[in-house]
Structure formats: structure tokens, C-alpha cells
Nanobody
Framework: QVQLVESGGGLVQPGGSLRLSCAAS????????MGWYRQAPGKQRELVAR???????NYADSVKGRFTISRDNAKNAVYLSMNSLEPEDTAIYYC??????????????WGQGTQVTVSS
């Protein structure tokens, strides 16, 4: 049973920083990608940052230059360093894991979410 456990959310002032962590357990297939999505009240869930097993990164335009995604392959963990936070970054942040059997098939897993609130 794959489980994703997130940590690191909280309340921060505008201009501040936070670091989110997500650790995956129970993974018995190859990891295709890991990443972070977020969902603000009344909005759809959107991609924040994603890192493939091949090292390709994708960032939402709104976070480029401020957020950095990284992985620890030995721990099946993914991190999101968030700097220069803005009130518009307030959302629930979800960890995402895609596993594959090596074919085009993959399965997606989600963490339970961690709240990030940027407010003075």
C-alpha cells in the first residue's frame, strides 16, 4: 500500500519561506515522477512543480524563480523549497507520486495535503 506523508506547511508572512517534505512508502514499482500540486479555495488543483525520474523539472509560471523542487531517491522523498511567498500562494499543497511498470502505464498517488497560508 503506497502512502505519502507530507509535512512542513504552516503560516508564514509575505516574503517568507517554507520547505515542504513528502516521503513515500510501500513503493514496489519504478517511480516515474514526483511533484507538488496545490488547490486554493474555489479553484481547481494546479501543478506547482514536478520532477521526473529522468531529472526533468516543470514549474508553474507563477512560482518560477521562487520555488525549487528536489528529490532524495534513496528515501523516496520529494521536497519543495518556497521562497518569497505571496498571499496568492495560500493553498493546500498535495504531494504527488506517479509509479510505472516500465510501460506507458502509470498510476498516480496523492498525499493528504498540507496547508500553506501566507498572511501578515
Amino acid at each position: 500500500q503506497v502512502q505519502l506523508v507530507e509535512s512542513g506547511g504552516g503560516l508564514v508572512q509575505p516574503g517568507g519561506s517554507l520547505r515542504l517534505s513528502c516521503a513515500a512508502s510501500g513503493v514496489n514499482l519504478s517511480i516515474r515522477a514526483m511533484g507538488w500540486y496545490r488547490q486554493a479555495p474555489g479553484k481547481q488543483r494546479e501543478l506547482v512543480a514536478r520532477l521526473t525520474s529522468g531529472g526533468v523539472t516543470n514549474y508553474a509560471d507563477s512560482v518560477k524563480g521562487r520555488f525549487t523542487i528536489s528529490r532524495d531517491n534513496a528515501k523516496n522523498a520529494v521536497y519543495l523549497s518556497m521562497n518569497s511567498l505571496e498571499p496568492e500562494d495560500t493553498a493546500i499543497y498535495y504531494c504527488n507520486l506517479d509509479v510505472t511498470d516500465g510501460s506507458s502505464w502509470f498510476r498516480r498517488y496523492w498525499g493528504q495535503g498540507t496547508q500553506v497560508t501566507v498572511s501578515s
